[in-house]
């Protein structure tokens, strides 16, 4: 079982800037891929960036350029960060952690964290 616990959302005027903060822990033998992924209501879940464990990047095309995806893997538990700037409107959304966790030699699965709101407002 995976637990991620995502912090950093709030309320921000358009052009301004907020840092998404998601903490992985356990009892896994390691976490692959994690990623940010967001929903609006009548949406589906979109991605908007995702990191593998050796730092490589894919952003969704409507964010290159204004969202930066990082990772550190230097303590027990594996946290990404979501560096959002130039903040439009159409940023609102609900934001969601998801990390792939390989959890024996057999078996990987997916989890998600509880989700934190992200408003732009004009």
């Known amino acids: 079982q995976v637990q991620l616990v995502e912090s950093g959302g709030g309320l921000v005027q358009a052009g301004g800037s907020l840092r998404l903060s998601c903490a992985a822990s356990?009892?896994?033998?390691?976490?692959?891929?994690m990623g940010w992924y967001r929903q609006v209501p009548g949406n589906q879940r979109e991605l908007v960036a995702d990191?593998?464990?050796?730092?490589?990047?894919?952003?969704a095309d409507s964010v290159k350029g204004r969202f930066t995806i990082s990772r550190d893997n230097a303590n027990a538990f594996n946290t990404i960060y979501l560096q959002m700037n130039s903040l439009k409107l159409e940023d609102t959304a609900v934001y969601y952690c998801?990390?792939?966790?390989?959890?024996?030699?057999?078996?990987?699965?997916?989890?998600w964290g509880q989700g934190t709101q992200v408003t732009v407002s004009s």
């Open positions: 998801r990390a792939h966790a390989i959890i024996d030699r057999f078996r990987s699965d997916f989890y």
């Open positions: 356990g009892s896994i033998l390691s976490i692959s891929i």
């Open positions: 990191i593998s464990s050796v730092g490589r990047t894919n952003y």
